[in-house]
Protein backbone atom coordinates (compact mmCIF):
# COMPACT_ATOMS: atom_id res chain seq x y z
CA UNK A 1 0.00 0.00 0.00
CA UNK A 2 1.45 4.05 -1.03
CA UNK A 3 0.50 5.98 2.00
CA UNK A 4 0.70 9.89 0.48
CA UNK A 5 1.49 12.70 3.58
CA UNK A 6 0.24 16.06 2.45
CA UNK A 7 0.84 19.28 3.61
CA UNK A 8 -1.94 21.30 2.16
CA UNK A 9 -0.07 24.57 3.74
CA UNK A 10 2.92 24.33 2.45
CA UNK A 11 4.19 27.10 -0.17
CA UNK A 12 1.57 29.49 1.13
CA UNK A 13 -1.24 26.69 0.06
CA UNK A 14 0.41 25.22 -3.31
CA UNK A 15 0.59 22.11 -1.30
CA UNK A 16 -3.61 21.72 -1.57
CA UNK A 17 -3.41 23.05 -5.13
CA UNK A 18 -0.63 20.38 -5.77
CA UNK A 19 -2.61 17.68 -3.92
CA UNK A 20 -5.52 17.75 -5.54
CA UNK A 21 -3.86 17.64 -8.84
CA UNK A 22 -2.03 14.21 -7.86
CA UNK A 23 -5.83 13.01 -6.00
CA UNK A 24 -7.39 13.62 -9.46
CA UNK A 25 -4.29 11.33 -11.44
CA UNK A 26 -3.90 8.37 -8.57
CA UNK A 27 -8.24 8.20 -8.78
CA UNK A 28 -7.95 8.46 -12.36
CA UNK A 29 -5.05 5.37 -12.24
CA UNK A 30 -7.07 3.46 -9.58
CA UNK A 31 -4.17 3.64 -7.45
CA UNK A 32 -5.00 2.26 -4.07
CA UNK A 33 -3.88 4.93 -1.24
CA UNK A 34 -4.16 5.80 2.25
CA UNK A 35 -3.47 9.47 3.02
CA UNK A 36 -1.79 11.63 6.65
CA UNK A 37 -2.68 14.94 6.69
CA UNK A 38 -0.20 17.18 8.31
CA UNK A 39 -1.58 19.66 11.09
CA UNK A 40 0.28 23.16 11.45
CA UNK A 41 3.33 23.33 13.77
CA UNK A 42 2.85 19.57 15.03
CA UNK A 43 5.86 17.90 13.64
CA UNK A 44 4.27 14.41 11.74
CA UNK A 45 7.34 12.28 12.43
CA UNK A 46 5.55 10.23 15.61
CA UNK A 47 2.19 9.91 13.98
CA UNK A 48 3.75 8.94 10.45
CA UNK A 49 5.84 6.43 12.67
CA UNK A 50 2.87 4.65 14.42
CA UNK A 51 0.47 4.35 10.60
CA UNK A 52 3.73 2.80 9.80
CA UNK A 53 4.15 0.10 12.66
CA UNK A 54 0.63 -0.80 12.63
CA UNK A 55 -0.26 -1.14 8.28
CA UNK A 56 1.67 -2.80 5.64
CA UNK A 57 3.25 0.24 3.70
CA UNK A 58 5.65 -0.09 0.86
CA UNK A 59 6.00 2.93 -0.58
CA UNK A 60 5.48 6.95 1.15
CA UNK A 61 5.02 9.77 -0.75
CA UNK A 62 5.23 13.29 0.39
CA UNK A 63 3.46 16.01 -0.74
CA UNK A 64 5.21 19.67 0.64
CA UNK A 65 8.00 21.63 0.97
CA UNK A 66 11.55 20.48 2.34
CA UNK A 67 10.44 20.97 6.05
CA UNK A 68 7.71 17.90 5.30
CA UNK A 69 10.48 16.15 3.34
CA UNK A 70 12.49 16.45 5.88
CA UNK A 71 10.19 14.94 9.04
CA UNK A 72 8.80 12.51 6.64
CA UNK A 73 12.38 11.36 5.62
CA UNK A 74 13.00 11.22 9.59
CA UNK A 75 10.32 8.38 10.25
CA UNK A 76 11.62 6.81 7.20
CA UNK A 77 15.14 6.67 8.03
CA UNK A 78 16.79 3.16 8.32
CA UNK A 79 13.34 1.25 7.73
CA UNK A 80 13.85 0.35 4.08
CA UNK A 81 10.44 2.20 3.08
CA UNK A 82 11.01 4.21 0.02
CA UNK A 83 9.85 8.14 -0.17
CA UNK A 84 8.75 9.72 -3.36
CA UNK A 85 8.75 13.97 -3.53
CA UNK A 86 5.77 16.00 -4.83
CA UNK A 87 7.46 19.77 -4.43
CA UNK A 88 4.47 21.78 -3.07
CA UNK A 89 7.07 24.12 -0.99
CA UNK A 90 8.53 27.71 -1.10
CA UNK A 91 11.95 27.04 -1.59
CA UNK A 92 11.63 23.25 -2.39
CA UNK A 93 15.82 23.13 -2.75
CA UNK A 94 16.31 19.48 -1.42
CA UNK A 95 13.40 18.26 -4.26
CA UNK A 96 15.61 20.30 -6.77
CA UNK A 97 19.07 18.91 -5.43
CA UNK A 98 17.71 15.51 -6.09
CA UNK A 99 16.82 16.42 -9.23
CA UNK A 100 12.94 15.91 -8.87
CA UNK A 101 10.66 17.15 -11.18
CA UNK A 102 9.11 20.35 -9.94
CA UNK A 103 6.09 19.84 -12.27
CA UNK A 104 3.28 17.65 -9.94
CA UNK A 105 2.38 15.00 -12.49
CA UNK A 106 6.21 14.73 -13.82
CA UNK A 107 7.06 13.89 -10.25
CA UNK A 108 4.36 11.60 -9.94
CA UNK A 109 5.70 9.85 -12.53
CA UNK A 110 9.40 9.55 -11.54
CA UNK A 111 7.56 8.06 -8.32
CA UNK A 112 6.18 5.01 -10.33
CA UNK A 113 9.59 4.72 -13.07
CA UNK A 114 12.48 5.52 -10.87
CA UNK A 115 14.48 2.95 -9.15
CA UNK A 116 14.83 3.86 -5.76
CA UNK A 117 18.19 5.27 -5.01
CA UNK A 118 19.59 5.44 -1.49
CA UNK A 119 21.12 8.69 0.15
CA UNK A 120 22.52 10.03 3.12
CA UNK A 121 20.94 11.49 5.70
CA UNK A 122 22.56 12.72 9.17
CA UNK A 123 21.47 12.72 12.93
CA UNK A 124 21.30 15.21 15.22
CA UNK A 125 20.80 15.78 18.96
CA UNK A 126 17.02 15.17 19.08
CA UNK A 127 16.22 14.97 15.51
CA UNK A 128 17.55 14.02 12.23
CA UNK A 129 18.17 15.91 8.89
CA UNK A 130 17.50 15.68 5.49
CA UNK A 131 19.25 17.99 3.29
CA UNK A 132 21.15 21.04 5.19
CA UNK A 133 20.99 22.33 8.77
CA UNK A 134 22.79 25.82 9.61
CA UNK A 135 23.34 28.83 12.36
CA UNK A 136 23.84 32.38 11.88
CA UNK A 137 22.83 34.94 9.18
CA UNK A 138 20.92 31.95 6.68
CA UNK A 139 18.77 30.80 10.03
CA UNK A 140 17.98 34.48 11.33
CA UNK A 141 16.94 35.00 7.27
CA UNK A 142 15.02 31.56 7.80
CA UNK A 143 13.39 32.62 10.54
CA UNK A 144 12.39 36.23 9.22
CA UNK A 145 10.59 34.07 6.22
CA UNK A 146 8.88 32.09 8.67
CA UNK A 147 7.48 34.78 10.48
CA UNK A 148 6.85 37.12 8.03
CA UNK A 149 4.12 37.98 4.96
CA UNK A 150 6.31 38.37 2.20
CA UNK A 151 6.37 34.45 1.62
CA UNK A 152 3.33 34.74 0.07
CA UNK A 153 3.69 37.35 -2.41
CA UNK A 154 7.42 36.91 -3.23
CA UNK A 155 7.69 33.06 -3.54
CA UNK A 156 11.39 31.67 -3.52
CA UNK A 157 12.77 34.89 -4.01
CA UNK A 158 11.89 35.54 -0.36
CA UNK A 159 14.74 34.61 0.92
CA UNK A 160 17.31 36.67 -0.83
CA UNK A 161 15.31 39.80 -0.56
CA UNK A 162 15.02 39.32 3.66
CA UNK A 163 18.33 38.06 4.01
CA UNK A 164 19.68 42.43 2.00
CA UNK A 165 17.08 43.50 4.31
CA UNK A 166 18.63 42.14 7.19
CA UNK A 167 21.92 42.50 6.72
CA UNK A 168 22.62 45.18 8.86
CA UNK A 169 21.22 43.93 12.23
CA UNK A 170 23.45 41.36 11.87
CA UNK A 171 25.92 40.15 14.55
CA UNK A 172 29.02 37.66 13.46
CA UNK A 173 30.43 35.83 16.32
CA UNK A 174 33.70 33.59 16.65
CA UNK A 175 32.76 29.89 15.64
CA UNK A 176 34.25 26.61 16.84
CA UNK A 177 34.21 24.05 14.21
CA UNK A 178 35.19 20.31 15.12
CA UNK A 179 35.17 17.73 11.49
CA UNK A 180 36.11 14.65 12.15
CA UNK A 181 37.91 15.35 15.73
CA UNK A 182 39.90 18.00 14.60
CA UNK A 183 39.03 21.43 15.50
CA UNK A 184 39.30 25.22 14.08
CA UNK A 185 38.64 28.31 15.41
CA UNK A 186 37.00 31.38 13.03
CA UNK A 187 36.38 35.01 13.78
CA UNK A 188 33.31 37.14 12.62
CA UNK A 189 31.22 34.10 11.47
CA UNK A 190 28.49 35.49 9.68
CA UNK A 191 27.16 31.04 9.16
CA UNK A 192 28.10 28.12 9.24
CA UNK A 193 26.06 24.76 7.19
CA UNK A 194 26.25 21.54 7.15
CA UNK A 195 24.88 20.58 3.96
CA UNK A 196 24.27 16.92 2.36
CA UNK A 197 22.64 18.25 -0.26
CA UNK A 198 24.08 21.75 -2.22
CA UNK A 199 21.46 24.39 -2.12
CA UNK A 200 18.66 26.11 0.55
CA UNK A 201 17.62 29.50 0.66
CA UNK A 202 15.44 29.00 -2.80
CA UNK A 203 18.61 28.26 -4.59
CA UNK A 204 21.61 29.48 -2.64
CA UNK A 205 24.23 26.91 -4.03
CA UNK A 206 26.10 26.99 -0.26
CA UNK A 207 28.23 23.94 -0.77
CA UNK A 208 27.61 23.32 -4.63
CA UNK A 209 30.04 20.07 -4.30
CA UNK A 210 27.90 18.34 -1.61
CA UNK A 211 26.58 15.23 -2.84
CA UNK A 212 23.81 13.32 -1.00
CA UNK A 213 25.34 9.67 -1.66
CA UNK A 214 28.98 10.50 -1.09
CA UNK A 215 29.09 9.17 2.83
CA UNK A 216 30.78 12.56 3.63
CA UNK A 217 29.02 16.21 4.63
CA UNK A 218 29.90 19.60 3.05
CA UNK A 219 30.39 22.34 5.35
CA UNK A 220 30.64 25.86 4.46
CA UNK A 221 31.92 29.00 6.52
CA UNK A 222 31.24 32.58 5.80
CA UNK A 223 33.35 34.74 7.42
CA UNK A 224 35.33 38.19 8.15
CA UNK A 225 33.53 40.35 5.62
CA UNK A 226 32.00 43.56 5.36
CA UNK A 227 28.16 44.50 4.67
CA UNK A 228 29.64 45.94 0.67
CA UNK A 229 31.51 42.77 0.64
CA UNK A 230 28.82 40.57 1.37
CA UNK A 231 26.74 42.19 -0.62
CA UNK A 232 29.20 41.76 -3.70
CA UNK A 233 29.49 38.08 -3.16
CA UNK A 234 25.98 37.41 -2.17
CA UNK A 235 24.47 36.81 -5.84
CA UNK A 236 27.34 34.43 -6.95
CA UNK A 237 26.08 32.03 -4.26
CA UNK A 238 23.08 31.67 -6.55
CA UNK A 239 26.02 30.00 -9.39
CA UNK A 240 27.79 28.20 -6.25
CA UNK A 241 30.36 30.82 -7.26
CA UNK A 242 31.61 32.14 -3.94
CA UNK A 243 33.42 29.33 -3.31
CA UNK A 244 37.19 30.86 -4.08
CA UNK A 245 36.42 33.79 -2.37
CA UNK A 246 38.53 34.34 0.45
CA UNK A 247 36.15 34.96 3.04
CA UNK A 248 34.20 31.43 2.15
CA UNK A 249 36.23 28.06 3.82
CA UNK A 250 34.90 24.62 3.56
CA UNK A 251 35.61 21.45 5.13
CA UNK A 252 34.15 17.85 4.68
CA UNK A 253 33.42 14.71 7.31
CA UNK A 254 31.46 12.44 9.01
CA UNK A 255 31.03 13.93 12.55
CA UNK A 256 30.63 17.69 12.49
CA UNK A 257 30.52 19.87 15.52
CA UNK A 258 29.22 23.65 15.15
CA UNK A 259 29.37 26.02 18.63
CA UNK A 260 29.20 29.89 18.37
CA UNK A 261 30.02 32.32 21.33
CA UNK A 262 26.55 34.83 20.49
CA UNK A 263 23.18 33.24 20.42
CA UNK A 264 22.67 32.25 17.06
CA UNK A 265 19.82 30.72 15.96
CA UNK A 266 19.71 27.12 13.93
CA UNK A 267 17.75 25.91 11.08
CA UNK A 268 17.08 21.77 10.24
CA UNK A 269 15.73 21.96 6.55
CA UNK A 270 14.61 25.01 6.81
CA UNK A 271 12.80 25.21 9.88
CA UNK A 272 13.90 26.87 12.97
CA UNK A 273 15.44 24.19 15.56
CA UNK A 274 16.37 24.22 19.03
CA UNK A 275 18.88 21.96 20.07
CA UNK A 276 22.10 23.75 18.41
CA UNK A 277 24.49 21.68 16.09
CA UNK A 278 27.35 20.53 18.47
CA UNK A 279 26.43 17.07 17.17
CA UNK A 280 25.96 16.07 13.52
CA UNK A 281 26.42 12.22 12.82
CA UNK A 282 26.19 10.96 9.43
CA UNK A 283 23.99 8.31 8.74
CA UNK A 284 25.38 7.04 5.40
CA UNK A 285 22.84 5.14 2.79
CA UNK A 286 19.81 5.82 5.48
CA UNK A 287 17.02 6.28 2.82
CA UNK A 288 15.86 5.14 0.14
CA UNK A 289 14.18 7.83 -2.58
CA UNK A 290 12.55 7.18 -5.26
N1 LIG B 1 -2.08 21.71 7.21
C1 LIG B 1 -1.17 22.66 7.40
N2 LIG B 1 -1.48 23.96 7.20
C2 LIG B 1 -0.56 24.94 7.38
N3 LIG B 1 0.73 24.70 7.77
C3 LIG B 1 1.09 23.43 7.98
C4 LIG B 1 0.16 22.35 7.81
N4 LIG B 1 0.83 21.19 8.08
C5 LIG B 1 2.09 21.54 8.43
N5 LIG B 1 2.26 22.85 8.38
C6 LIG B 1 3.50 23.63 8.62
O1 LIG B 1 4.22 23.66 7.41
C7 LIG B 1 5.61 23.85 7.71
C8 LIG B 1 6.45 23.02 6.79
O2 LIG B 1 6.19 23.47 5.49
P1 LIG B 1 7.18 23.05 4.32
O3 LIG B 1 8.59 23.33 4.74
O4 LIG B 1 6.86 21.69 3.88
O5 LIG B 1 6.75 24.08 3.18
P2 LIG B 1 7.33 25.52 2.87
O6 LIG B 1 7.89 26.12 4.13
O7 LIG B 1 6.30 26.28 2.13
O8 LIG B 1 8.48 25.17 1.81
P3 LIG B 1 10.09 25.14 1.86
O9 LIG B 1 10.51 24.57 3.20
O10 LIG B 1 10.48 24.25 0.71
O11 LIG B 1 10.53 26.57 1.68
C9 LIG B 1 5.80 23.45 9.17
O12 LIG B 1 6.14 24.61 9.89
C10 LIG B 1 4.42 22.96 9.60
O13 LIG B 1 4.13 23.35 10.93
Redesign the pocket.
Known amino acids: MMLIVV??????GKGRFVWRQIKDRLDEQNQPYQVL??????RVVDELSRVLAGSHVDRVVAV?????FSEVAEALASTGISLGLIPA?????IARALQIPSEPEAALRRVFSNQPQTIDMARLKERTMLGFAGMGFDAAVADAVNRGKSKHWLGSLVYGVTAVRMLRQFKPSRVTLRVDGQEWVYEAVWMVAACNTSQFGGGMKICPHASPNDGTLDVCVVKELTVCEFLRIFPSVYRGKHVNHPAVAFHRGCEIGIRAEEPFLTHID??LAGGGLEQIQLLPRALSIL
Open positions: NQGAGRYTKPHVGGDGTGTGNDGD
